[in-house]
């Protein structure tokens, strides 16, 4: 599926139920829960009248649902209520047994009106799959919604109005900096909102308010520890390597991140150097926001051309004999730092 087909689910799916005229079933799936949940709350309100839900909500979880069970729940009319919501979580039909996947497919293609039947999926890595006979359900009279991670304007706007309920102000630039430390997804984002603006002070809320509470993504201590390389400030590199230790991550995926980090700065190098800008990197790595394509392009300059193409070449070093010779990940990113010192 395309991004813009996506996009357009999403688009139609919120006009649909701003004009209460919703589908008999759809599939809802992506990476950005916070969204996916909120509108699955819109469209289940939409369709049960207050006091008897109940009676006309069903739920189905896993693998294990039952294609009797379901057809009894669709077959079954509404109680005192014009329709009913049916919903079906992380059933992967495309993986279920021919048979069942085909009475599945029988099923939807005589979904009754009075239904509205809502697959969700939310395992980030499922993909929908447009070979497939029974995806054609959700192509022709059903919608496929993909809820992506929202743009940066939105989600500054957002993020401003989380802290305005709490009584806080955050500027741009500081929003900037909270999605670039915590990421940018809304569910993540909503209990790091909390904590830094139960702990701010003043009403602004400040970058170090974020420091203070929040806990970084990976991505965000890896940047520290490239910084650190780049300040030559090896102290500081060592004790960064010691938090990313901490967070219990998986030295492969430290190293993954580590790796990722320093071909984007050999790039950004390039780039200055080759006199682009920071929208062309923002385009090279597919980045969705501007602060990490300002940040990478700054840094870059603090780095030489021949330290950096060293350093992506030890840490492919690096990552073959993680993942050939069996010594310790802990020690072989050690070694690493101290390769990257010496060079």
């Known amino acids: ?188 984002l909503i209990g790091e909102i909390e904590k830094i603006g139960a702990y701010a002070k003043g009403q602004a809320v400040t970058r170090a308010d974020i420091d203070a509470v929040a806990t970084p993504i990976l991505d965000a201590v890896v940047w520290k520890f490239t910084d650190a390389l780049g300040q030559r400030d090896w102290d500081s590199a060592t004790k960064i390597m010691g938090e990313l230790f901490l967070m219990r991550e998986a030295p492969i995926m430290i190293l993954a991140a580590t790796g990722k980090q320093l071909r984007q700065l050999f790039s950004a190098r390039l780039a200055v150097d080759g006199g682009r800008d920071t929208y062309y990197l923002k385009s090279l790595w597919g980045m969705r926001h501007d602060y990490p394509a300002r940040l990478l392009y700054n840094n870059a300059r603090k780095f030489s051309f021949p330290w950096l193409r060293r350093a992506v070449l030890l840490t492919a070093e690096t990552d073959l004999k993680m993942k050939s010779t069996g010594q310790s990940g802990e020690a072989l990113l050690k070694d690493l730092l101290i390769r990257l010192a010496a060079s």
């Open 1 to 188: 599926m395309k991004k813009g087909e996506s996009n357009q689910g999403y688009k139609t799916l919120k006009q649909e139920i701003n004009t209460e005229e919703l589908r008999t079933h759809y599939l809802l799936w992506g990476e950005e829960d916070y969204l996916r949940e909120f509108y699955l709350g819109k469209m289940r309100d939409q369709i049960l009248p207050v006091g008897l839900e109940e009676l006309n909500y069903f739920r189905f979880d896993g693998k294990g649902t039952d294609m009797d069970a379901l057809e009894v729940a669709i077959d079954t009319l509404p109680a005192f209520s014009p329709r009913k919501f049916i919903e079906i979580r992380d059933f992967d039909f495309y993986k279920a047994a021919a048979d069942k996947r085909d009475r599945l497919d029988a099923i939807l293609a005589d979904v009754p009106a009075y239904c509205c039947i809502a697959f969700i999926f939310s395992d980030p890595a499922f993909k929908p799959d447009g070979r497939m006979k029974i995806h054609r359900h959700f192509k022709d009279a059903g919608l496929s919604v993909e809820f992506l991670k929202q743009a940066e304007s939105d989600l500054i706007a957002w993020i401003g109005r989380r802290f305005a309920a709490m009584g806080k102000t955050i500027d741009r630039t500081t929003a900037e900096y909270l999605i670039f430390f915590c990421g940018g997804l809304m569910t993540g």
